[in-house]
């Protein structure tokens, strides 16, 4: 595949980035803040926002230092045998995370819509779109997360009805837990954030560089501002206590909105879910397609067809929804070390390489 396939300018950088971040999160944050922090998860939503934060401005520092992405530079940063180590890891890390959403969406359709749909159907019924536009480059996987806006917006409706017709006041006490919950609180929405550590794996096809903090800034305060919206509206609809005992609180408050043409706004809210999570599942595909290509230089369809069969089979060893989620939070915590604490440590090691970095650039 030709490298102009992948060049993306900001804006469709921005898109990228929010459509990857947005998929999971939208069911599973609410309930999952709810059990944990109680009224006060907002506010975990907000540090873990913080932190990510943090990581996009490492890994900006790092990629402009680097003059390339953190992931390519890491034979050259490490040495050899601990860059491949590395790099081994880091793929095995976006094999392991696009598993986990696959999986994650499996148990959503199956609780949902499809109880008797098998396992393997359903991931296919995923896995087949996303994979077409993984082969067609980064450019189209951006250019389609576009439509998230509009999906968004719809989406966006279902929480505002929950502000709006719900009472707000379930909020108090805002600070009724200690400061341990709520970084507790925030490394569980980690999993949610998920996508913003995407950026160590490209640089080069991005156009703009100089914007890359703001744009990388920019969707995680969206994905925020949706998150934030969505724990409020299943607190103020169903009270402090509920939402914890409901698998999806976003669902269930699709459920309750009644309009004129569309009798089941759920299956209308699920069906535009299913288009969220094939934005986050490709964007995390084509991070492992690119790893691949940087590291053995092999990009056809014979790669992605082996790194769509390792997913999957990744995917079948998880055997049910609640180790699904466990897992989950596992790789949400997984995910802010990559994304936060490596890029990091990283930056003092690509100082005092410079003169190494230069060789390498000029050996290209």
Request: net charge positive.
């Amino acid at each position: 595949m030709s490298n102009d396939l992948d060049s993306i300018n900001s804006g469709q950088l921005l898109t990228f980035l929010f459509a990857t971040e947005v998929g999971i999160g939208i069911l599973v944050l609410p309930r999952t803040l709810i059990k944990e922090v109680g009224t006060g998860g907002w506010i975990s939503i907000i540090i873990a926002a913080f932190l990510v934060g943090i990581g996009v401005i490492c890994i900006t520092l790092l990629n402009r230092m680097i003059g390339d992405s953190g992931f390519a530079a890491l034979p050259i940063l490490l040495g050899k045998p601990l860059g491949w180590v590395f790099s081994v890891a880091l793929m095995l890390y976006l094999v392991a995370i696009s598993s986990i959403v696959l999986n994650l969406f499996v148990e959503v359709v199956r609780i949902w819509f499809f109880p008797a749909a098998s396992r393997l159907t359903l991931m296919l019924f995923l896995l087949v779109p996303s994979v077409y536009m993984v082969s067609k480059g980064l450019r189209v996987v951006a250019l389609f997360d576009g439509f998230m806006y509009l999906i968004m917006a719809l989406l966006a409706l279902v929480p505002l009805h929950g502000i709006i017709d719900g009472n707000i006041l379930f909020l108090r006490p805002v600070l009724q837990v200690t400061i341990g919950k709520l970084t507790s609180g925030a490394l569980k929405s980690g999993v949610s954030f998920l996508g913003f550590e995407l950026l160590l794996f490209f640089y080069p096809e991005i156009l703009g560089k100089k914007r890359l903090f703001l744009t990388g800034a920019g969707s995680i305060a969206m994905a925020t501002f949706f998150y934030v919206g969505a724990f409020i509206a299943a607190i103020a609809l169903f009270g402090p206590v509920q939402p914890a005992h409901l698998t999806y609180p976003l669902l269930e408050i699709s459920r309750t909105i009644s309009l004129p043409i569309v009798e089941r706004v759920d299956l209308l809210f699920g069906g535009l879910w299913v288009t969220a999570i094939t934005t986050t599942i490709s964007g995390f595909l084509i991070g492992l397609v690119k790893a691949v290509e940087t590291r053995f230089h092999v990009r056809n369809r014979i790669s992605l067809t082996v790194i769509s069969i390792v997913t999957v089979i990744a995917s079948l060893i998880t055997g049910s929804f609640a180790e699904a989620e466990a897992l989950a939070d596992m790789i949400g915590i997984v995910g802010l070390a990559v994304g936060v604490v490596f890029p990091a440590v990283l930056l003092p090691v690509a100082w005092l390489r410079k003169g190494a970095i230069k060789k390498w650039h000029q050996s290209k």
